[in-house]
């Protein structure tokens, strides 16, 4: 089973608006962390935000928050009033305790029109 | 913040020749750095995790002969690609651990590696 899904291939969004996207995990480990990355077309992989399993709060950092459900096992980006920089590739990822490698979900590639 | 550098960023080689990455961090101490791989459009494939001093773990279905990485210093990480076939052309990413408490990785910017 896959431990990190991302059902959306693609999405479209316009300047200015805000928009979600989705990440879904799988573990049994009670201590985890949930990352996002964005990967523009030059390849880098540019660290966004981290939730960790223990956190009471959703992580925010500027334009980027982090909608988790512990219980549903998700961990939504959301990005607010989206910019054309934005556009990208999206990538969602888990460490589980005791592990100290990254397991990334397939991605979703983001596009903002003007 | 923390800085990982690649080098090469890209690189042509000829098919049956050998390849040498290396993967630097450049402010701090990597106890643990990573390898993966990734084809266009797709996700990123742990290769492989190397410790300093120690022999790097590989991922199932990665073939240790071919791929060869060495951590000889808690700043440098080196992937040596064999005997390099068309079908090796990928980017190839690293990442570092600045220690065993931190949760972040800190990625390089990537290595395209193509086999002609």
């Known amino acids: 089973a896959q431990k990190i899904t991302q059902t959306q291939p693609g999405m479209f969004v316009q300047e200015k608006e805000a928009v979600t996207l989705d990440c879904t995990y799988d573990?049994?480990?009670?201590?985890?962390?949930l990352f996002w990355y964005k990967q523009p077309s030059s390849g880098e992989m540019i660290f966004l935000i981290y939730q960790g399993s223990y956190d009471q709060q959703n992580a925010t950092e500027g334009r980027y928050s982090l909608n988790f459900q512990k219980a549903r096992k998700s961990a939504n980006l959301v990005i607010s009033a989206s910019q054309l920089g934005d556009s990208a590739m999206y990538f969602c990822a888990m460490r589980e305790r005791g592990y100290s490698t990254l397991t990334f979900g397939k991605g979703t590639m983001l596009l903002v029109s003007p | 913040g923390a800085v990982v550098s690649q080098h090469p960023s890209r690189v042509i080689c000829k098919s049956g020749t050998s390849v040498k990455i290396e993967c630097r961090s450049l402010d701090f101490q990597a106890t643990t750095m990573f390898w993966y791989r990734q084809f266009p459009k797709q996700s990123l494939m742990l290769m492989a995790t190397s410790n300093e001093g120690s022999k790097a773990t590989y991922e199932q279905g990665v073939e240790k002969d071919k791929f060869l990485i060495n951590h000889a210093s808690l700043t440098l990480s080196t992937l040596t690609v064999t005997s390099a076939h068309p079908e090796d052309s990928s980017f190839y990413i690293c990442?570092?651990?600045?220690?065993?408490?931190?949760?972040?990785?800190?990625f390089g910017p990537g290595t395209r590696l193509t086999v002609t």
């Open positions: 990442s570092a651990h600045r220690d065993t408490s931190s949760y972040e990785q800190y």
């Open positions: 573990t049994s480990d009670p201590s985890y962390g």
